[in-house]
């Protein structure tokens, strides 16, 4: 209502001017912008408004509970403080691009959070103009995509490289292969490598032994060539190097390297003998494919296995000894001990002298097998049950396999499968007794329970000599053959009645 005087009168006059609508719009905006402002402040992401220059106007709750800071902290900054300092240019200018034709982008960047932790967010930015289609302001919601884009970057990382090694795959390998067949990286070295041996690793220490050779073999390899060459694990055993823009004598150089790494590597690691054979080929030029070049080192390396396959076998059968060694008793003297006992017994049956170095390989490696043997079931400080009887028993067929894959052992491959037959049937794994076990396993089979009754053990003090062959005699007919338990003892008292015995 107004009240107007008329001049030179005594009158007024009185205007109604009715303001319900406009009340009512006043009173519809706040309620809508309280609902908004409620909206806003319950939502889980981040919320934000800034002016045309950048100056943050509102952070919902969320928001400064996120950067850790008061809302009165935060108002007035620049929307970008946060992001990465080299980011910052870049996201302003996109968000400032936007326009009523495009009004909306969504940009992921990388954030400083409390702590110096660097995380990463999501933002969508919308430019919010009015009817005339003047700039008003900005609006942007985000949300932390940490999670997600480290997932994402695993499952890029997995896609590409080995998972046990952590070098290239094959599929990797093979791309950047097709890459190269370009003539952009001529001249491309190309070297192959081949673990030797892991399957007789694999069968006789297990596979957690063979994935550390492979391991230690991928570590050899990763610190012999540039961060430009690509290093990958393309099969089992099997690794390839592809290396652009090389020559020759880079990849002589490079081939040399290896072979040093390794020599000090078994230098350093003397239980665990890697070789590793190699073959490689260099792609000069267009006249020459990429493929072609790969197929040349790979016939040079078939080549190099060939001729050190035999020295490869022997350090392989060292390093399965020297584990032997660590796990079993021969440290002590047993290795020694069973094989005088053995040319002792040797002696006692007229054995052929011309054969005694095949007996002496027995003595010394008719347990092999035992290094495939669990160290909870090998040294069990009491009886065994069942499952684990059997899982022990295991020992002689690995054995026997060890020996097959080593020339030097093959002649006793089958004297160590049975070197646990008992004389009335009932050893193992076979079952065969009598005249039909090998006479080198029924002499071996005595000789080796006498040595293990009179030698200490960690879990028990040794027996006499005489009560060891008072149980000798017990188990002839059943566990030994008879005759030669007789010969045996006739053999060790002899022994024992020489002077200075």
Not at 152 to 175: M, P, V
Not at 209 to 237: C, H, N, P, T, W
Not at 298 to 313: A, E, G, P
Not at 377 to 402: D, S
């Amino acid at each position: 209502m107004t009240i107007a005087m008329i001049p030179e009168t005594n009158q007024s006059v009185t205007s109604l001017i009715d303001i319900t609508d406009r009340k009512k719009a006043e009173e519809a905006l706040q309620i809508s912008e309280a609902r908004y402002r409620a909206i806003v402040e319950d939502q889980t992401e981040l919320i934000c408004r800034f002016k045309p220059d950048g100056t943050l106007t509102f952070v919902n709750e969320t928001y400064a509970r996120y950067f850790s800071k008061k809302r009165g902290e935060l108002l007035g900054k620049d929307f970008t403080f946060a992001f990465y300092a080299e980011d910052r240019e870049s996201i302003k200018q996109q968000v400032m691009e936007l326009n009523i034709a495009n009004p909306v982008i969504t940009i992921e960047t990388r954030v400083n959070a409390p702590g110096g932790v660097v995380r990463w967010q999501q933002w969508t930015h919308r430019a919010v103009f009015n009817d005339q289609g003047v700039l008003l302001d900005y609006q942007s919601v985000g949300r932390d995509v940490t999670a997600r884009r480290a997932a994402e970057e695993k499952l890029r990382y997995l896609s590409i490289h080995d998972a046990l090694t952590g070098l290239y795959n094959r599929l990797y390998f093979e791309e950047q292969m097709q890459l190269m067949e370009t003539g952009s990286y001529d001249p491309v070295g190309l070297i192959m490598c081949d673990l030797d041996g892991l399957k007789i690793v694999n069968d006789t220490l297990g596979h957690e032994k063979g994935d550390q050779y492979l391991k230690a073999v991928a570590e050899v390899l990763a610190d012999s060539f540039r961060g430009s060459d690509i290093v990958a694990r393309v099969g089992g055993d099997e690794f390839s190097i592809l290396m652009p823009s090389s020559s020759r004598e880079y990849v002589d150089q490079a081939v040399q390297r290896i072979k040093n790494k390794i020599q000090k590597y078994n230098q350093d690691n003397p239980e665990m003998l890697l070789s590793v054979s190699m073959g490689y080929a260099v792609k000069y030029d267009g006249n020459t494919s990429i493929g072609s070049a790969f197929e040349e080192a790979d016939n040079n390396m078939y080549r190099d296995k060939l001729n050190r396959k035999l020295n490869t076998r022997s350090s392989i059968i060292q390093n399965l000894m020297k584990a032997l060694e660590t796990r079993d008793f021969i440290t002590e003297g047993h290795g020694d001990r069973m094989r005088d006992y053995m040319l002792k017994m040797a002696d006692a049956v007229g054995y052929p002298q011309a054969m005694r170095h095949e007996l002496e390989l027995f003595a010394q490696f008719h347990d092999i097998g035992k290094v495939g043997v669990a160290d909870s079931v090998l040294f069990k400080n009491g009886p065994l049950n069942e499952q684990e009887r059997a899982y022990m028993q295991r020992h002689c067929e690995i054995g026997n396999r060890i020996a097959f894959s080593a020339p030097e052992l093959v002649v006793i491959a089958d004297w160590i499968l049975k070197h646990h037959e008992w004389w009335n049937g009932q050893g193992y794994p076979l079952g065969i007794k009598g005249e039909e076990i090998p006479l080198e396993c029924r002499m071996l089979n005595i000789a080796a329970a006498y040595d293990a009754m009179t030698s200490e053990r960690p879990y028990r003090r040794p027996c006499s000599r005489t009560h060891a062959l008072q149980e000798l005699k017990r188990c002839a007919g059943t566990q030994f053959d008879p005759v030669l338990v007789e010969k045996f003892i006739n053999q060790i008292d002899a022994d024992l009645s020489k002077p200075g015995s």
